[in-house]
């Protein structure tokens, strides 16, 4: 069996970031991916453009929708409408083609892909990882990265990500036509879902509707019941969504992303963000930043996929931890935080901010201490 340079598990956004970058700097590389292909992947497909800068080639190409306007409600009432302004506007993606695309991307630059590879086992023996499907076919590389997305048991199996994973309830689904949403428009609905919120995002003809529950997450979402209460407002029927629900892991704390010869990315690495679900910037992200540390580690720099860990915590971790802060106090007094947080003049062109990278929520926290203590 030939040894690859690496292989990479799972081939969404992570996980073909990862590997068009490896493959574009000439690594032999074999993404491993369960499925064949998906026409529809559980996602709301928002993203800031700010995703541009991990990537050579032009993303805008497959962007349905360029967001200029956000707007905010408190069961469906009390609206505020903020625009986005700044260099990096908020992009609206069908994740089945921002996938396939940076797949194609991957493959164009030589990357191997194995489809129906449903990886069941993964072994270190003699600095080599052997890979295991579930049909028996087995890969050998010098490294591997987990990129198999929110249900990934190899971060446990491997010590590695949070002490503690922490999950979201989430739901997603389309409507083939776009009701009443205004263009460029992305709507953020606060009151309706317990800890947590509903959203409608525009796409090409139609619209992605989804909602997300962050904190107790025991029971099931009440999918039905607020669709009942979130589409009329929107000039749809609740019977015209067609979607599914997903348990989404999210950030839960400062942990190691990487092993010897093991890197974590995207969901597998609980990166998405626990305020506003934001998962598909760290997922290029991190992607981007474990094919940089690989390249070296291939090239021999032995103690570089530490590096990788390290920069993750500065350009995501460090803000999520405030993320985090922010979500456990709003969503547990939502109808405050609605009050005092969005409907604050300046706080719909914060979320703006965050959603379009501008901001982290670590600016976003300091900028309010410092206030408070000029206050004082
Ligand atoms: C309802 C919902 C809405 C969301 N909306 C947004 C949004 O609007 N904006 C945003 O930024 N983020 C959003 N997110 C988060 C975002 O979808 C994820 O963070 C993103 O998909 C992470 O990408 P990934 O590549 O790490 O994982 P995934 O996209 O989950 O990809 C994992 C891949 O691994 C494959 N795989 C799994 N197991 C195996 C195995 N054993 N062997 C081989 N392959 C395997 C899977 O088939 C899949 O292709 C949303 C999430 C949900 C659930």
């Known amino acids: 069996m030939t040894l690859i340079d690496v292989a990479i598990i799972g081939g969404g956004a992570s996980g073909t970031t990862t590997a068009f970058h490896l493959a574009s700097k000439s690594k032999k590389v074999c993404l491993l991916e369960k499925n064949v292909s998906s026409p529809e992947k559980i996602c709301g497909g928002g993203m800031s453009a700010a995703v541009q800068n991990w990537f050579p080639f032009r993303l805008l190409p497959i962007v349905d929708e360029v967001i200029t306007n956000v707007e905010f409600s408190w069961c469906n009432t009390d609206k505020v409408v903020a ?45 080599v990882w052997h890979i295991t499907a579930l049909d028996g076919r087995q890969i050998e590389a010098r490294a591997v990265v987990i990129a198999d997305g929110s249900q990934s048991p190899w971060s446990k199996t491997f010590n590695l990500g949070p002490t503690q994973q922490k999950f979201a309830s989430t739901f997603s689904g389309r409507i083939k036509r776009r009701g009443n949403l205004r263009t460029e428009t ?37 999918v039905n019941e ?35 010869g093991i890197l974590l990315v995207g969901d597998a690495a609980s990166l998405c963000d626990p305020f506003l679900a934001e998962g598909l910037r760290p997922a290029l992200m991190s992607g981007f930043e474990a094919a940089k540390s690989l390249i070296y580690w291939l090239d021999g720099e032995v103690n570089c996929l530490d590096a990788y860990t390290k920069t993750m915590q500065i350009n995501w971790g460090n803000s999520m931890a405030w993320g985090k802060r922010i979500s456990q106090v709003f969503y547990r007094f939502p109808k405050v935080g609605y009050q005092l947080g969005v409907k604050r003049a300046t706080a719909p062109k914060r979320i703006a901010q965050i959603l379009s990278g501008e901001m982290s929520y670590e600016d976003i926290a300091k900028r309010v201490i410092k206030r408070l203590l000029f206050q004082n």
């Open 83 to 127: 625009k986005l302004s700044g260099s990096s506007p908020f992009w609206i993606v069908k994740r089945e083609r921002l996938d396939s695309f940076l797949l194609d991307q991957a493959l164009n630059s030589g990357c191997n892909l194995l489809t129906t590879f449903n990886v069941v086992d993964i072994i270190k023996q003699s600095n």
């Open 186 to 222: 992305a709507r953020f609905e606060f009151g309706l879902v317990k800890n947590g919120f509903a959203w409608a995002f525009p796409l090409d003809n139609e619209v992605n509707i989804g909602m997300g529950t962050f904190l107790d997450n025991k029971n099931s979402l009440p």
């Open 226 to 260: 607020i669709l009942k209460s979130f589409l009329p407002d929107l000039g749809f029927d609740p019977s015209e969504v067609i979607g599914h629900e997903k348990k989404l892991r999210i950030w839960n704390g400062h942990c190691k992303l990487n092993g010897e």
